[in-house]
């Protein structure tokens, strides 16, 4: 039989639902308690204000070694069960003082005591009790009121740049400069900052509350003993007061010691901002930087020296030790000197002068917009554009299997208040201007009567419109008006952008990323395609800009590789695979335009006009397509085009152009670029047997 083996943590963690720390902290939390209630025999006294003691500091080396307070999330609790065990230990031993007198037997106190207070006498009593005043003092008029300042105006900035952080964290998200994963990381971050800086703000009372009830404890203590040892016990004033005034004075110190440790953490923890280096690391590093203040400061210890009744020695060993200092670090100054000399003479200081930087690279996607748009973008007045420029990168990888490029949106003073403008490498692709206050109201058929409002044009389709207020709202939408807000507009806009540009947003880094990605579930797919002669990643590029010029997602990017595989044998023309790649896709292509009775309308062109074209068309270096026809022959085919594209329009349909050959369709494509880019065109090979055709007209020249 097989034995389970297991070790005791995972036996108590089996056995009781819980893990060992669990009921390490459940039994400091009770014991705490029971210190206030229980009598403790010496020997127990001494250990528990050791482990206080030890504690204590080890909570303070933690908080000079972390590069972040929010690393220490757990402070605020520590310092509040810190002090409460304090005081407990505190009240325990002041229980002990005045029950057992002179047969008093906490061994840490009664040596705290003696060697602050010495075999003295009265004298010794005096001293003792100063001290024990100084320390108070020090530790509630500096140490504890400054730190409990520091956190409370930490907390007060910290939560009031909450929205501006989050804000800062979502517009980086949206350009792409972090994942979702990073984005959720740093509000995770940012709300654990904001916790630990609340908790804060409330925790540092502890300490000054410990300290005022330090005080308490002493005259406590003092008052007390007199009583019970001169006036109950019968002993003498002198004797009562030497006795209970040294155990008094030795039990503050050993209470005191302790938070004078976690007062000192706070003070680190509340006035460190986050580094990515720790406390010692930081102050090392920029006590280091300078020689020439060693030098000043050896030199002036040097003259202090020789004044009169100053102490010669001590300040001759400060000065040559600045001074020794100072020698190093101009050492350390003259290496970093000669090095920078020779990255120069080498040409290697370019990225490091600013006037020689390399020149930074345009940002893919941006977008400008005038300060009265800055609203759209402000989290503290609703920041809508945010979210839906969120979602649109997400559906543009979901629509066209592009993830978009980052967008940068910046304010443009040059811009009119109310104008944005969108742009694709630099280069202007889009402009409008939005009304806040406003709806746009537009025309797109079938509108019943007209509201008041000022006429001008959709910025995305150039569709009729007008900007209404308010209060035309309810009744624009009985019309038949598609009435939409700034944000929607904004965002259709930077939509219809992406959509239409996408070849250009794919680079050839994006698409080596592609394939990277790829490779992790499809090996064989990514080698198979590395692995053909004169197809490159640059080629590949080309084949994934034309289907997205179209608007073909490249989703299915398994298929498009798969089938370039397959007739990379026939030829590595990129037109010839991006046809047959078409092809692979015929479903995902007839989806896109069929409607949901399954019929898809389209125009059809006259056979002996279709045989012209392809024929008059020729493959020029590269993956450009250009014709040779006349001038009559392209404008008479052009025109004939267009008039029938427009009467197809005027019935209220999309035009799709359907050629016969899937050979024509490039050439047909390519000839009727620059009269209407806009324009859909299909090869009968791209269309799948479950669909209806409906011609609603042809293309001929007479």
């Given at each position: 039989?097989?034995?389970?083996?297991?070790?005791p943590?995972?036996?108590i963690?089996l056995?009781?639902g819980?893990t060992?720390?669990?009921f390490?902290?459940a039994?400091?939390?009770?014991?705490?308690?029971?210190l206030?209630l229980v009598?403790?025999?010496?020997?127990m006294l001494d250990?528990l204000m050791?482990?206080?003691?030890?504690?204590?500091l080890l909570t303070?080396?933690?908080a000079?070694?972390v590069?972040?307070?929010?690393?220490?999330?757990v402070?605020?609790?520590?310092l509040?069960?810190?002090?409460v065990?304090?005081l407990?230990?505190?009240v325990?031993s002041?229980?002990m003082?005045l029950?057992?007198?002179?047969?008093f037997d906490?061994?840490?106190i009664?040596?705290?005591g003696n060697f602050?207070?010495?075999s003295?006498?009265?004298e010794?009593?005096?001293?003792?009790l100063?001290?024990?005043i100084?320390?108070i003092?020090?530790?509630v008029?500096?140490i504890?009121?400054?730190?409990?300042r520091?956190?409370?105006?930490?907390?007060?900035f910290?939560?009031?740049s909450?929205q501006?952080?989050q804000?800062a964290i979502?517009?980086?998200?949206?350009q792409?400069?972090?994942?979702e994963?990073?984005?959720?990381?740093k509000k995770?971050?940012?709300?654990?900052s904001m916790d630990?800086?609340?908790?804060?703000?409330g925790?540092?009372k502890f300490?000054?509350?410990?300290v005022k009830?330090s005080?308490?404890t002493t005259i406590?203590?003092?008052i007390g003993?007199?009583?019970?040892g001169?006036?109950?016990?019968g002993?003498?004033l002198?004797?009562?007061f030497g006795i209970y005034t040294?155990?008094t004075?030795?039990?503050g110190l050993?209470?005191?010691l302790?938070?004078?440790f976690?007062?000192v953490?706070?003070?680190l923890?509340?006035?460190?901002?986050?580094?990515e280096?720790s406390?010692?690391e930081?102050?090392?590093?920029?006590?280091?930087?300078q020689?020439r203040?060693?030098?000043?400061?050896g030199?002036?210890l040097?003259?202090?020296?020789?004044?009169?009744?100053?102490?010669?020695?001590?300040m001759?060993?400060?000065?040559g030790?600045s001074?020794?200092?100072?020698y190093?670090?101009?050492r350390r100054?003259?290496?970093?000197?000669?090095?920078?000399?020779?990255?120069?003479a080498?040409?290697?200081?370019?990225?490091r002068?600013?006037e020689?930087a390399p020149?930074?690279?345009l940002?893919?996607?941006?977008?400008e917009?005038?300060?009265?748009?800055i609203p759209l973008?402000?989290?503290?007045?609703?920041a809508?554009?945010l979210?839906?420029i969120?979602?649109?990168?997400?559906?543009a990888?979901?629509?066209?299997?592009?993830?978009a490029?980052?967008?940068r949106?910046?304010?443009?003073?040059?811009?009119e208040s109310?104008?944005?403008?969108i742009?694709?490498k630099?280069s202007?692709v889009?402009r409008?201007?939005l009304?806040?206050?406003?709806?746009?109201?537009?025309?797109?058929g079938g509108v019943?009567?007209?509201?008041?409002?000022d006429p001008t044009?959709d910025?995305a389709f150039?569709?009729?419109?007008?900007w209404?207020?308010?209060?035309?709202?309810?009744?624009?939408?009985?019309?038949?008006?598609t009435?939409?807000d700034s944000p929607s507009?904004?965002a259709?806009?930077l939509?219809?952008v992406?959509?239409?540009?996408?070849a250009?947003?794919l680079?050839?880094?994006e698409?080596?990323?592609?394939?990277d990605?790829l490779?992790?579930?499809?090996?064989?797919?990514?080698d198979?395609?590395?692995?053909?002669?004169?197809f490159?990643t640059?080629?590949?590029?080309?084949?994934?800009q034309m289907?997205?010029?179209?608007?073909?997602?490249?989703?299915?990017?398994?298929t498009i590789l798969?089938?370039i595989?397959?007739?990379a044998?026939?030829?590595?023309?990129?037109?010839?695979l991006?046809?047959k790649?078409?092809i692979?896709?015929?479903?995902?292509i007839t989806?896109?335009?069929v409607?949901d009775?399954?019929?898809?309308?389209?125009i059809?062109?006259?056979?002996?006009?279709e045989a012209?074209?392809?024929e008059a068309?020729y493959?020029?270096?590269g993956?450009s397509?250009?014709?040779?026809?006349?001038?009559e022959q392209?404008?008479a085919?052009?025109?004939a085009l267009?008039?029938t594209?427009q009467?197809?329009?005027n019935?209220?349909?999309?035009?799709?152009?359907l050629?016969a050959?899937?050979?024509?369709?490039?050439?047909?494509?390519?000839?009727?670029l620059?009269?209407?880019?806009?324009?859909t065109?299909l090869?009968s090979?791209?269309i799948?047997s479950?669909?209806?055709l409906?011609?609603l007209g042809?293309v001929?020249?007479n």
């Open positions: 039989m097989a034995t389970l083996q297991t070790n943590r995972e036996i963690r056995a009781f819980k060992p720390s669990y390490a902290m039994i400091l939390a009770v014991g705490t308690i029971l206030l009598p403790l025999p010496g020997f250990l050791t482990l206080g003691l030890m504690m204590s303070l080396l933690i000079l070694s590069k972040s307070p929010v690393e220490f999330s402070f605020p609790t520590v509040l069960v810190s002090t065990f304090n407990a230990l505190s325990a002041t229980k003082i029950e057992r007198g002179p047969a906490g061994q840490l009664i040596a705290f602050v207070i010495g003295r006498g009265t010794g009593l005096v001293i003792g100063i001290i024990f100084i320390i003092v020090v530790q008029m500096v504890t009121k400054g730190a409990t520091v956190t409370e105006v930490a907390a007060r910290a939560l009031d909450m501006m952080k804000m979502d517009n980086e998200f949206n792409g400069a972090i994942s994963a990073e984005m959720n990381q995770k971050d940012l709300q654990k630990f800086y609340s908790a804060m703000d925790a540092g300490i000054s509350g410990s009830a005080i308490l406590v203590n003092i003993g007199l009583i019970i001169a006036g109950i016990r002993e003498a002198a004797n009562a040294r155990l004075v030795g039990d050993v209470t005191q302790p938070m004078l976690i007062s953490a706070t003070g923890l509340v006035t460190r901002s986050t580094s280096a406390f010692d930081e102050a090392t590093k920029q006590f280091s930087t020689a203040i060693y030098l000043i400061a030199f002036f040097l003259l202090m020296a020789f004044i009169p009744g100053f102490p010669t020695i001590v001759l060993l400060l000065a030790l001074l020794y200092i100072a190093i670090l101009s100054e003259w290496r970093a000197g000669k090095e920078h000399e020779n990255d120069v080498r040409g290697e200081l370019e990225e002068n600013p020689m020149v930074v690279p940002d893919t996607l941006s977008l917009l005038g300060y009265s748009l973008v402000d989290k503290e007045q609703g809508e554009l979210e839906r969120t979602r649109i990168r997400r559906e990888a979901m629509d066209l299997g592009l993830v490029s980052p967008i949106i910046t304010d443009n003073m040059r811009l109310h104008e944005y403008r742009k694709i630099g202007e889009g409008g201007k009304r806040l206050d406003q709806y746009l109201a537009m025309n797109t019943i009567d007209v509201v008041p409002g044009k910025p150039g569709i009729d419109a007008l209404i207020t308010d209060e035309y709202r309810d009744k624009a939408e009985r019309y038949g008006y009435v939409v507009i904004l259709t806009h939509t219809e992406i959509q239409s540009n996408a250009s947003l680079g050839r880094q698409t080596q990323n592609i394939l990605e490779r992790k579930k499809y090996p064989a797919v990514v198979a395609i590395n692995s053909i002669q004169g490159n640059a080629s590949l590029q080309k084949i994934l289907l997205l010029g179209e608007r073909v997602s490249i989703r299915d990017i398994v798969e089938t595989s397959d007739y044998a026939v030829s590595t023309d990129v037109n010839f991006g046809e790649v078409r692979a896709l015929s479903r995902q989806n896109q335009y409607d009775d399954r019929i898809l309308r389209v059809t062109i006259e056979p002996s006009l012209m074209i392809m068309n493959v020029s270096s993956s397509l250009k014709s040779t026809m006349s001038i392209h404008r085919w052009i025109n267009l008039n594209v009467a197809v329009r019935e209220g349909y999309y035009p799709i152009i050629c050959s899937a050979e024509a369709r490039p050439f047909v494509k390519a000839s009727a620059k009269a209407d880019p806009s324009l065109v090869a090979l791209e799948t479950d669909v209806q409906e011609v042809e001929r020249l």
